[in-house]
């Protein structure tokens, strides 16, 4: 990436948080050594830790929820900001430093050239730096066939929280419909019938340094919202036309 | 049914009229709610004073007894207002996510 790139003037890095204390600094810290001319906001979503003070401490621009409503919601936020206050491209990523800052580059690199509208960083064509237990290795290559049949194009990692907006991604999950809670796959199949371009780019990530979401009674909760919730967007079977995203983007 | 049953529906029924009418009035319960628990009432008092109406509802779909009727009714009525206030929670679940949304937004720091 240039850092002299106009561009980089126009793209946010949204770091969505709760109860991220711990690893914030180390993040953003690595976000503004690595991409210094991007912009960076947190959405503190109702955190008990204090995520949101220290994300102003170290110089943030913070927006919080008066509690907690789901990474869904906070991501939303920051696209909501990210769309008024004019910014053409979103990266966004989880604050419990599973993404590397590093690789920022590479899915701005879809955006910037108009390759994609939603571009989705994929552990599974990069690398997994950690082991996945077995159920959640199947429950994941569960939704990726899903995905993939559903969108007709290979999509390996659709739980991943590392990707890439552009305008017309901002407007159709802002203005329509982005899930409060696990916004995975249905948010890739509702992309789809929106006529947005989606593209995957290698990524690594690491170990969650926070407790993982999908646990306990959780995982059969995510798997139920997935399924319906997947089916659901497949069921609104508006053809991908570019004409309806640009009519979006109008 | 017996004078006495007959006494007591109704004024169970008007009871129940009036209590709506009266939350309404003390702006205790919107007129869009209301209106399907108004339905209710009159439902019942219809049913109390028109005994024959419950006879003849029971016969045309085949139920022997007339209280099952009223049961059978007065469960499918629960199943679909719940249905209803479940819809109505997903959306102010919503209108509260967009609230604070904003409230965050507006509260830029």
Not at chain 1, 6 to 18: C, Q, S
Not at chain 1, 134 to 144: H, Q, T, V, W, Y
Not at chain 2, 59 to 80: E, K
Request: hydrophobic share 45%.
């Amino acid at each position: 990436m240039n850092s002299a790139d106009p561009r980089a003037k126009r793209t946010l890095v949204l770091i969505p948080v709760f109860n991220e204390s711990r690893s914030l600094p180390g993040l953003v810290g690595a976000i503004r050594a690595l991409q210094p001319d991007l912009d960076v906001v947190v959405v503190d979503d109702g955190s008990g830790d204090g995520s949101g003070r220290i994300a102003r401490d170290l110089g943030c621009l913070v927006f919080s929820h008066a509690f907690n409503l789901g990474d869904g919601a906070a991501r939303q936020t920051g696209f909501l900001y990210a769309l008024r206050e004019g910014y053409d491209y979103v990266v966004h990523l989880d604050g419990d430093c599973q993404h590397s800052p590093a690789e920022i580059p590479r899915l701005l690199g879809e955006l910037w050239t108009g390759e994609a509208d939603l571009v989705v960083g994929s552990r599974f064509l990069g690398a997994c730096a950690y082991r996945l237990p077995l159920a959640k290795k199947i429950g994941m290559r569960i939704f990726s066939l899903i995905c993939s049949g559903v969108t007709r194009r290979k999509i390996t990692d659709p739980t991943s929280g590392f990707r890439g907006l552009n305008r017309r991604a901002l407007l159709a999950f802002t203005e329509g419909y982005y899930p409060q809670h696990f916004p995975d796959a249905d948010v890739i199949i509702s992309a789809y019938f929106q006529g947005l371009k989606i593209r995957e780019v290698p990524v690594t990530m690491s170990a969650s340094q926070s407790r993982d979401l999908h646990r306990g009674m959780t995982i059969i909760y995510y798997i139920y919202k997935m399924l319906l919730s997947s089916f659901v967007c497949s069921l609104r079977m508006r053809y991908p036309t570019a004409e309806a995203a640009n009519d979006r983007a109008l | 049914m017996p004078f006495k049953q007959k006494i007591i529906a109704v004024l169970m029924a008007l009871g129940l009229l009036f209590f709506i009418i009266e939350v309404v009035r003390r702006r205790k319960l919107r007129e869009e709610y209301a209106w399907l628990w108004i339905m209710v009432g009159a439902i019942v008092l219809l049913l109390s004073l028109w005994e024959n109406l419950l006879n003849a509802l029971s016969r045309l779909i085949g139920i022997q007894l007339p209280a099952n009727t009223v049961f059978y009714f007065g469960l499918m009525f629960m199943i679909f207002i719940n249905l209803h206030f479940s819809v109505k929670i997903s959306l102010l679940t919503n209108q509260v996510k967009r609230l604070t949304q904003e409230l965050a937004l507006a509260k830029k720091k």
